[in-house]
């Protein structure tokens, strides 16, 4: 008797806090979906936008490939041709094809009204099954990469199998949270220590504008072929920009300033240490460069991890909402119409 009075376990209250949080997401309408995380977007301004920032970095990428390849001409017409040959394949492989291969992601349709709601879970569902798919893909194909979890791999292989929706939707969740963040930061990490070791080694502004142009974008390249999407097309428009950005800091639009500043700062308060000051100059001077493009390029990662962890928590509460099919419901409701009455003749005539 003694263990029917007992109370059931009581959740901590961090758990408390989670379950309410799922709890409420779960009871949204698509009206509350709508209000509380829908906002007014130019979808076709920001594909224009997409398409002008792109061009921007193809331009300032070749205007750089272009610039080596003069310098070499003006030694040797031969060593130009080289050059030019180089420049080319180069353009292809470092500008052409990262760029070719995020764009060509698909992405979660989460800012949409409660009329398009049910198109948007369907294109949803798609896109988690075939992120599942290039996931197993991968997985299977490369021996050693570590870039996802084995245990979860296999239940995503008989989710696929099985063609069990749920189940594929509850393992991404949990990739995503676990070992597919811990790699997206093991890239951020390394991509970020190149852009800052190119910096500090090159004495050249357009080789660091290149070399930190290439860098991001094969980083954005890296983390969304691990994601298996990509942002929506707003969210990529600001990742681009940031970019541009990071290429015109790594020129020295604005570096000067910043380095600078930080010059200043270390040597007045080191101005009581005799030499100290001046020696902390010349090495804060030589290194704020490779400094400031690190970090920028680690800021680009973050905010891109940031946007594909949004969307695709966003098309989880979507996915949960029970969604109104009105454009289905409305043709359904028309056949059945037009079917009644191709039948009411008949039965007319037939108690005539």
Known sequence: MADDNKSPVQLVPAQKANERTKNRERQLSIYEYEEKYVRRQN????????????????VFVGWCLFSFTMQLWNVHPYAGYAAAAVSVIAFVLVYILPLAKILRSDYFITNVSAAHAGSARRHNRRVRRSVAEKMTDFHNSVDGAGWYDGKLMNDLQTALR??????????????????????????????????AAFSTVSQSSRTDALLVAVVNLQMIKDIVFLYGFRPSDTRLVKIFGAVVRNSLVAFGLGSLQIGNAVVKTMGDAAVGI???GSAISAIVDSSI????????????GFQTIRYLSREYHLQNILDGIEVAETQEELEDACAQIK???????ARVRQGA
């Open 43 to 58: 979808a076709r301004g920001a594909r224009f936008l997409i398409g002008l920032l792109a061009g921007v970095i193809g």
């Open 162 to 195: 099985t063609g069990d929706d749920a189940l594929i939707k509850t393992t991404l969740t949990a990739l995503y949270q676990g070992k597919v963040k811990k790699t997206a930061k093991d890239i951020i990490f390394r991509c970020a220590l190149k852009s």
């Open 274 to 276: 005799p030499f100290l």
């Open 289 to 300: 460069q490779g400094l400031t493009n690190g970090t920028l390029t680690a800021v680009i």
């Open 339 to 345: 079917d009644e009455l191709r039948r009411r003749p």
